[in-house]
C-alpha cells in the first residue's frame, strides 16, 4: 500500500509514469477513494459534505468518460485503468495539498481568485498533461493541448449537470475550488 501512494505522489509530482502502477481493482479502488475523500475534504470549505461528494462523484465520474474516450480514440483502451488510477491518484495528492488553501480561501472576505488558486489550477493540468502524455504516447506540448480540452469539456458537462454553481454561503465555486477538479466555467470566461 505504501508503495501505491509513493506513486500516487510521483505522478503529482510529474516524476512517475502510469504504466508504472499496479494493474487490477484494488488500486484503482484506493485511488478512487483517496480521491474522493480528498475531494470532498478540500471542497467542503465552500460546500456541504453531501454537495461536495456528489461534485466530487461526478466530476472522477466525467473525467474517467473523457479519459476513456480518449485512450479509445488512439487505440490504447487497454492502459484506461492505469491511466485513470493514475489520475485519481495523482489528483487525490493535489487536493491534500490544496485542502489547506482552499479552507483559509474560504475564510477571507475577499472572493477574488488569487495566486494560490492559479498554482492549484496549473498543477491540476500539468498532472492531467502528464497522465495523457505517458498514456497517449504524445509529444509534451499535445498532452498540455489535450490536458486543456480534457479540462474545458469535464467542467462544461459539470456545468451542464448543474452540479457546479453557487456554494451555500454566496461564494463562488468557480473562484475557489482545485483543479479536478476545480475552476468552472464562469472563470474561465472572466480570464
Known amino acids: ?18 504504466q508504472d502502477l499496479p ?48 485512450v479509445a480514440v488512439v487505440n490504447k483502451a487497454p492502459r484506461f485503468q492505469q491511466a485513470f488510477t493514475g489520475l485519481a491518484g495523482g489528483t487525490a495528492v493535489l487536493n491534500l495539498a490544496a485542502a489547506p488553501i482552499l479552507w483559509l ?44 480540452g480534457f479540462y474545458v469539456v469535464v467542467l462544461n458537462l459539470m456545468a451542464i449537470t448543474g452540479v457546479i454553481g453557487e456554494a451555500s454561503d454566496g461564494n463562488s465555486v468557480d473562484q475557489q475550488m482545485s483543479i479536478n477538479q476545480s475552476v468552472t466555467v464562469d472563470w474561465l470566461s472572466k480570464a
Open 105 to 148: 480561501n474560504a475564510l477571507s472576505a475577499s472572493p477574488a481568485i488569487g495566486i494560490t488558486d492559479i498554482v492549484i489550477i496549473l498543477w491540476g493540468l500539468a498532472i492531467i498533461a502528464h497522465v495523457l502524455r505517458h498514456t497517449l504516447e504524445v509529444k509534451p506540448w499535445i498532452s498540455v493541448g489535450l490536458a486543456f
Open 23 to 70: 494493474v487490477g481493482q484494488t488500486a484503482v479502488l484506493v485511488a478512487i477513494a483517496m480521491n474522493v475523500v480528498t475531494y470532498v475534504l478540500a471542497v467542503a470549505s465552500l460546500r456541504s459534505v453531501p454537495s461536495s461528494l456528489v461534485l466530487a462523484l461526478t466530476d472522477l465520474a466525467l473525467s474517467a468518460l473523457c479519459l476513456y474516450a480518449a
Open 1 to 18: 500500500m505504501s508503495n501505491l501512494l509513493q506513486q500516487f505522489v510521483w505522478i503529482a509530482l510529474l516524476q512517475g509514469r502510469p
